[in-house]
């Protein structure tokens, strides 16, 4: 319940700030998570992000305004954080399918509705999953940003890195180059994190624990702390069917294990190991107790 009051809580910040400029730090702080996690808890529940929701529910304020009240267009649009008329028309008209003067001329005009937070009866299946503590390490890896999508259960683009590191020997490179006694043994990892770079994207890593010694040009060093890590198995059959598998736990974590446990995610990254064979994966996502 905590967690799906925390939800709600961020939402409801967002309604009460939606006039002013909204940061995702302080959107993340009403659940007490980094920005890292809310933006991929609120991707995978809801299939679009934080940024598509504030936007949808100002231009349908400002749709609303626009038929019920005598405000000068310009005064609406700079209400809800657009600069110019020209901007604010464009993004209207993307949404609403009018412009603002046609709208004004008795035109209809679109509804995204405030999000509401339900109770419902889901899940009933097991979770297999384990907590461990884990030392720092560092891995090397090669480095790609992948753009945030609207739905994570079909993109394409991480599954095409990994089977360009296949054919292009980066995989067999990092086999035999891995620190085997290490924390990661000779399995390989993909690795997402946030960074400041972008609102738009994210690196994405392929990689493995790194022994020390020369580094390849093309390769990234990536230091990982200390930290406690839930850890869930995926296993599947092919390279497309593993990947949809990582998905539907993906979303099982965030809808079924975090709403029922005693944790929270933590940090600004989260693992998927794979050993040798790719049809297997365990997702080490980083966590703190509530």
Not at 8 to 36: C, G, L, R, V, W
Not at 270 to 285: N, Q
Request: aromatic fraction near 14%.
């Amino acid at each position: 319940m905590d967690w799906i009051r925390s939800f709600q809580k961020s939402i409801d910040y967002i309604e009460e700030h939606i006039t002013e400029p909204i940061q995702i730090e302080d959107i993340a702080t009403q659940m007490n998570i980094s920005t890292f996690y809310y933006q991929k808890i609120f991707l995978i529940l809801c299939g679009f992000t934080i940024g598509e929701y504030i936007r949808n529910r100002r231009l349908t304020l400002a749709g609303c305004e626009l038929i019920s009240t005598n405000e000068k267009i310009i005064d609406i649009a700079m209400k809800y954080g657009y600069d110019t008329p020209e901007g604010f028309s464009r993004a209207f008209v993307r949404f609403h399918g009018l412009t603002p003067s046609a709208v004004r001329k008795g035109g209809s005009v679109r509804s995204f509705a405030k999000l509401a937070v339900e109770i419902s009866l889901k899940g009933g299946s097991v979770m297999n999953y384990k907590i461990v503590k884990k030392d720092a390490f560092k891995i090397i890896a090669k480095q790609q940003r992948c753009e945030k999508i609207k739905d994570v259960r079909g993109r394409s683009d991480i599954p095409e890195f990994w089977n360009e590191c296949y054919n292009d020997g980066t995989i067999e490179f990092l086999i035999k180059s891995c620190k085997k006694d290490g924390i990661l043994g000779q399995n390989l990892v993909g690795m997402c994190m946030e960074d400041s770079v972008s609102a738009k994207d994210f690196p994405y890593f392929i990689g493995a624990e790194y022994s020390g010694g020369e580094i390849p040009f093309g390769y990234n060093i990536v230091e990982v702390p200390a930290m406690e890590y839930a850890v869930f198995a995926v296993e599947s059959t092919d390279t497309e069917s593993i990947s949809k598998a990582i998905q539907q736990m993906w979303h099982k974590i965030f809808a079924e294990f975090f709403p029922s446990s005693n944790y929270k995610p933590k940090g600004n990254f989260d693992l998927e190991v794979y050993p040798t064979d790719k049809y297997r994966c365990e997702l080490w996502i980083s966590v703190e107790n509530k």
